[in-house]
């Protein structure tokens, strides 16, 4: 199956079954995360919101590869490989904040493009989600990210950024100093950020040390909608610094910061 509207809807399947697990943990008082070889926190609900999505994605696209932040990867070669995040902010999560979600995408790995994204906010009911040449849409409505002249949109636009931790581990630390640069600088971060930039509600993030999963299906909708994707290798192996948003925001941000 290579109709990129059909794979959005099996992403948008596997997501909304995801949520089952996920929302029966969320804010549950027994619900604890440990910590993988990497230092990233775990709960049980992304090992079972992982199995879940899998479990749709193998049955409805046997044909293609799929690579999950849990369960890791098999390369069988495959042209097309979902990207998946089971719980895109399991901090959030485990601790009762309902910033956190699903993030599936898909690559074709043989053009280097991701073609299709959904990010799903289960605590907040609202999922964002399209491909290449299908738009972007949250419910009914289409999403676009607007451009503005540099003046008008640095004065206005709130402009997101992980926590200090994250730019310390990605020796991005002077590019944290936002607050002095920015006017309207806010903490906002994983897939929660990407959906606010999405929604127009953010002009731009700021978000080093991005694994694949963190950013395929933000990398298809953020295109898809007209906004700007600047990326670089991280100082920490594997991962990615990332700009994303507004054209001209982004620009000017990658000249400010130095990226």
């Known amino acids: 199956m290579t109709d990129l509207r059909a794979a959005l809807d099996v992403a948008l399947e596997a997501a909304r079954a995801a949520s089952v697990p996920i929302l029966q943990h969320f804010r549950t008082p027994n619900l604890s995360a440990s910590h993988k070889g990497d230092g990233s926190p775990v709960t049980i609900a992304d090992q079972q919101a992982e199995r879940v999505i899998r479990e749709v994605l193998e049955a409805r696209t046997p044909d293609f590869d799929i690579l999950g932040e849990e369960e890791g990867f098999e390369d069988n070669g495959r042209r097309y490989r979902w990207v998946v995040d089971p719980i895109d902010g399991t901090i959030s999560f485990s601790r009762g904040v309902p910033l956190f979600g699903t993030l599936i995408g898909l690559e074709d790995r043989d053009t280097g493009e991701n073609v299709v994204g959904v990010i ?45 931790l994250w730019f310390a581990e990605s020796d991005r630390e002077g590019s944290h100093d936002l607050i002095s640069k920015l006017p309207l600088f806010r903490g906002c971060q994983d897939c929660f950020a990407h959906a606010m930039v999405l929604r127009g509600a953010y002009g731009a993030n700021v978000d080093p040390g991005l694994q694949p999963w963190d950013l395929s299906a933000t990398a298809a909708l953020i295109v898809e909608a007209g906004g700007a994707l600047h990326t670089t290798p991280s100082a920490q192996p594997g991962k990615t610094d990332a700009i994303l948003g507004a054209p001209t925001l982004v620009a000017h941000l990658v000249d400010l910061l130095g990226w």
Do not use: F, M, Q
């Open 120 to 164: 799903h906010l289960p605590a907040l009911r609202e999922t964002y989600a399209g491909g290449k040449g299908l738009g972007v849409w949250c419910g009914d409505e289409r999403i676009t990210i607007a451009d503005r002249t540099l003046g008008e949109a640095y004065e206005s636009a709130l402009i997101g950024g992980g926590d200090p």
